[in-house]
Antibody, heavy 122, light 107 residues
Framework: QITLRESGPPLVKPTQTLTLTCTFS??????????VGWIRQSPEKALDWLAL???????RYNPSLKSRLTITKDTSKNQVVLTMSNMDPLDSGTYYC??????????????WGQGTLVTVAS | DIQMTQSPSSLSASIGDRVTMTCRAS??????VNWYKQEPGKAPRLLIY???RLQGGDPSRISGSGSGTDFTLTISTLQSEDFATYYC?????????FGQGTKLEIK
């Protein structure tokens, strides 16, 4: 069974850096083709794709946030870490990690973690 | 970025109805569209990938179609568990953008 679980602080202050950890089980991020991504959901329920890290350490970022995001992995711990700098109240929302799966050229995210709610406020 | 526009934003229907919702991409994306279902308080869950390929375990009354820029998700014979919010996502190129969602409500 594949599971993912996000963890991190529920509250951060504006301008601070957010660090979120995705701990997963049921697969290894050393398996060719696999990747783990981060998606956030605003309080208004809009979904934003943030970043993705592949088994070979290749990384992709949302260009609109690229200067603020860093994604890394620790395969020995089965973890993926996302940092987001210079947090703003507009960054508040639920942050999800999810496994990227694929078949041929099709790719999708499944399963997702339960999400972690982050509020940015002073 | 590729924009994904879903319509309608909300939809009221009754148990047993057939409903269709649409997703339009701002450029041609072949069949690189996924559909997710989100129930209140839960994470999104994959329903369909590749525009029409049903995720294993989901009922065949759910179907997807389309290619190019226009895509549809159809649920025939609505059941109580179908009332949720549905999102499309393009997987053509990063950033893998989502539509704003269609909320399916009980009439």
């Amino acid at each position: 069974q594949i599971t993912l679980r996000e963890s991190g602080p529920p509250l951060v202050k504006p301008t601070q850096t957010l660090t979120l950890t995705c701990t997963f089980s049921g697969f290894s991020l050393t398996t060719p083709g696999l990747a783990v991504g981060w998606i956030r959901q605003s309080p208004e329920k809009a979904l934003d794709w943030l970043a993705l890290i592949y088994w070979d350490d290749d990384k992709r970022y949302n260009p609109s946030l690229k200067s603020r995001l860093t994604i890394t992995k620790d395969t020995s711990k089965n973890q993926v870490v996302l940092t987001m700098s210079n947090m703003d109240p507009l960054d508040s929302g639920t942050y999800y990690c999810a496994r990227r799966a694929w078949a041929g050229l099709d790719t999708w995210y499944e399963p997702w973690g339960q999400g972690t709610l982050v509020t940015v406020a002073s | 970025d590729i924009q994904m526009t879903q319509s309608p934003s909300s939809l009221s229907a009754s148990i047993g109805d057939r409903v269709t919702m649409t997703c339009r991409a701002s450029q041609i994306i072949d069949t690189y569209v996924n559909w997710y279902k989100q129930e209140p308080g839960k994470a999104p869950r994959l329903l369909i990938y590749g525009a029409s390929r049903l995720q294993g375990g989901d009922p065949s009354r759910i179907s997807g179609s389309g290619s190019g820029t226009d895509f549809t998700l159809t649920i025939s014979t609505l059941q109580s568990e179908d009332f949720a919010t549905y999102y499309c996502q393009q997987s053509y190129k990063t950033p893998y953008t989502f539509g704003q969602g269609t909320k399916l409500e009980i009439k």
